[in-house]
């Protein structure tokens, strides 16, 4: 059986909500799921892992300046480089990703061939086109 690892970092609920979505479906899919805060971050959840997916809530101004918080960042230097799993990005926000993904990218050190898989929500529920790019994803 295929495993997959969820870590969020959540504000308000919205990410952690998004974040145990995926898990669930992944469930359905019969693939095993973990899905843990970033606080819980251990290096030996990672044993075993053949899906990773690494979500924050979208920080910075409406439109522009999107960044993870410090906290995320500090957890994406934690992580072993180079990530052995295949990688998929998540983020909740209010208005726009804007440049969220490619700012997670930077902190995670790897480029958009290693995590093009990038999944968002406003209220943190799974959409039809979200599963849809979850099954590419684990295809």
């Known amino acids: 059986m295929k495993n997959a690892i969820i870590f969020y970092n959540s504000k308000h609920g919205t990410t952690k909500k998004y974040a145990e979505e995926i898990g669930v479906y992944l469930a359905q899919k019969g693939i095993g799921s973990k899905t843990l805060s970033i606080s819980e ?3 030996s959840e990672l044993v075993g892992a053949d899906y990773l997916f690494l979500g924050c809530w979208t920080s910075g101004l409406f439109f522009f300046l999107q960044h993870p ?6 957890f994406a230097v934690k992580l072993p480089k180079p990530l052995q799993t295949k990688v998929a990005l998540f983020t909740t926000y209010k208005m726009l990703t804007g440049s969220m993904f490619n700012s997670m990218r930077r902190e995670l050190k790897i480029g958009i061939e290693s995590s093009s898989t990038e999944l968002k929500s406003r209220e943190g529920l799974l959409s039809q ?3 849809l790019v979850i099954d590419k994803f684990v295809g």
Request: charged share 60%; aromatic share 16%; glycine share 0%.
């Open 41 to 43: 971050y251990s290096d």
């Open 69 to 74: 918080e410090k906290i995320w960042k500090d």
């Open 129 to 131: 086109t979200d599963k």
